[in-house]
């Protein structure tokens, strides 16, 4: 999630913005008029494809009598042709919504819904025009802010991202995902301990949500602090027990503790899950060697089968988070022939 600088070519504020400029205005004004003189929201109609369909579907809802469906239908059938993939379609529904709408709120929502739809298009620029209309009729909405920073991290802008999960945070501060996604970008942006405090949140918000222990775990191993991540972990195992990733996870981290027989039962479990999981039964085969369990490790080997390279991907990623070394090579040798290993 993410100084004023304008540039001297031709483009407006909005798509300095989302631009490569990292200082560019966070504050261009949503009403402003594009550079040829017509309103940005008149942008997609400019487009001679959505101007045929628009024209289309306004001639069949004359026909029909649906011309004259309401905010709340339009929205409907919008989410009706997401579903079925038809976008053009949905978009046009999502836009008569919000001139249909009857108070500001409505209109900040159905705005909302408008940008995701274009930010789900690949219409980036459309969607940020939205968001920040609906940010200015509704400032302290956490909606259009978070819509607005999960395509700033989308476009790589983290700064303004993390500004705009802050603010969506502040106005929603009991919202568990608000305060999580705030925490994932603050950690992409080096900042361990801020995003360990939003995930401590959102356990306190959603105690018995295993997705906000996992990650919060996840967090602490980061920071090398094994003890509260196994905490949050087993937490995570707890309240998603067919999680077979999360219980790999616990017995990685039980691993790094060196805490053995725990981390065989913790990916044990995990293979009982996912029992078809080659890169599963590799792992624990690995950790019952470290036991010294030569014939239960074979087993597992055997088990796990030809890994392909995806497979092969995840096992040497398991490995390494485990503090294992891993030759590549040798381990590509090994896995041809894994009656081999003992």
């Not at 631009?19 to 504050?27: C, K, L, R």
């Not at 976008?87 to 819904?113: F, G, I, K, N, Q």
């Not at 970008?185 to 949140?201: F, K, P, T, V, Y």
């Amino acid at each position: 999630m993410q100084a004023d600088h304008r540039d001297e070519n031709p483009r407006n504020d909005a798509e300095d913005e989302l631009g490569a400029d990292p200082s560019a205005d966070p504050t261009a004004d949503p009403d402003a008029v594009d550079q040829d003189g017509t309103h940005e929201d008149d942008d997609d109609r400019n487009e001679e494809s959505y101007s045929v369909l628009a024209s289309a579907v306004a001639q069949e809802e004359s026909r029909n009598g649906s011309d004259r469906l309401s905010a709340e239908e339009r929205l409907a059938r919008g989410e009706e042709h997401m579903k079925s993939g038809q976008v053009s379609e949905a978009l046009h529904h999502y836009r008569e919504a919000v001139r249909s709408s009857r108070s500001a709120d409505e209109d900040t929502d159905h705005r909302v819904t408008l940008g995701d739809a274009y930010a789900y298009s690949g219409q980036g620029l459309n969607a940020f025009r939205q968001y920040r209309r609906a940010i200015k009729t509704a400032p302290r909405k956490a909606e259009p802010h978070f819509s607005l920073a999960e395509l700033y991290q989308r476009y790589g802008r983290l700064q303004s991202a993390i500004g705009e999960y802050r603010k969506a945070v502040t106005y929603a501060p009991t919202n568990a995902y608000y305060r999580y996604k705030l925490g994932e970008a603050l950690a992409q942006a080096g900042d361990l301990e801020a995003a360990i405090s939003e995930l401590e949140e959102s356990t306190l918000l959603k105690p018995q949500d295993g997705f906000y222990h996992f990650w919060l775990g996840d967090l602490y191993a980061r920071a090398d602090r094994w003890d509260e991540a196994i905490r949050e972990m087993q937490q995570a195992t707890l309240f998603s027990p067919y999680d077979a990733y999360y219980n790999v996870r616990l017995g990685i981290l039980y691993r790094r503790a060196g805490q053995m027989k725990d981390a065989t039962l913790a990916v044990r479990q995990a293979v009982g899950i996912s029992p078809d999981n080659g890169a599963y039964h590799c792992l624990l085969a690995d950790f019952y060697s470290e036991l010294r369990l030569d014939e239960k490790a074979i087993h597992h080997y055997q088990a796990a089968g030809h890994l392909d390279d995806y497979d092969i991907v995840v096992l040497t990623r398991l490995r390494r988070m485990s503090g294992m070394e891993v030759d590549d090579e040798d381990f590509a040798a090994a896995l041809e022939a894994p009656e081999d290993f003992e």
